[in-house]
């Protein structure tokens, strides 16, 4: 029986690292949805080819069906910032800004040392997620802080991607404040006249 499970183990893993590559490499979805899935049949608890399966079947515009198998991926193991990753990427897609936001909190609260190589795209996500939703000036701090964690190389990408688009944004918000403000105050002194 121990065998037996060796083999099984052995075979889901071969069929994980082939979908994977098939996916990563070559683009090619269904190859490697099928493949994915055969690694699913042996080990239904692997959570890396639930992740993997989520991410194609994202890929392949099934949502839905993405969200099922990053959910029962998270229900198997909720400190997998993968799994939350890739479900915050199908919830913004979705328009659920909000539900992805929190997805990246959660990844983000769950990212060690072993895995700080996904700082870079995390915290890309969490900008674009905070702009969505008209968050200037926290996206502007998720930027601020991003020195503490990425390389330089990656902080350049996003200084160069969200610094000038954040500071017009917080600009214009500023500028509409201050004409509500002279607005309101013109409506008080009409009131009082």
Do not use: W
């Not at 083999?7 to 949805?33: C, M, P, Q, W």
């Not at 639930?50 to 949502?63: A, E, H, K």
């Not at 503490?148 to 917080?170: A, H, P, T, V, W």
Request: hydrophobic fraction near 45%; include cysteine; aromatic fraction near 8%.
């Amino acid at each position: 029986m121990q065998l037996l499970k060796k083999v099984l183990n052995f075979s889901a893993e071969r069929h994980l690292k082939t979908a994977g590559d098939l996916f990563i490499y070559h683009s090619d979805y269904h190859g490697a949805l099928a493949l994915v899935e055969k690694a699913i049949a042996l080990d239904p608890a692997d959570t890396r080819a639930l992740v993997l399966y989520g991410d194609i079947l994202f890929c392949l515009n099934r949502d839905i069906d993405a969200l099922q198998a990053l959910n029962k991926a998270l229900s198997l193991n909720s400190t997998l910032a993968e799994a939350y990753i890739s479900k915050a990427g199908v919830l913004e897609v979705m328009g659920k800004y909000r539900e992805a936001l929190q997805c990246c909190k959660l990844a983000l609260a769950n990212i060690d040392h072993k895995k700080q190589y996904l700082l870079f795209s995390l915290l890309d996500q969490k900008l674009i997620l905070l702009i969505r939703l008209k968050r200037y000036r926290e996206a502007q701090q998720v930027l601020e802080n991003a020195v503490n964690y990425l390389e330089e190389d990656e902080l350049e990408y996003l200084y160069g991607s969200y610094k000038g688009i954040l500071d017009q944004f917080c600009q214009k918000r500023s500028q509409a404040r201050e004409k509500a403000k002279t607005l309101s105050l013109h409506v008080l002194e009409g009131t009082f006249n």
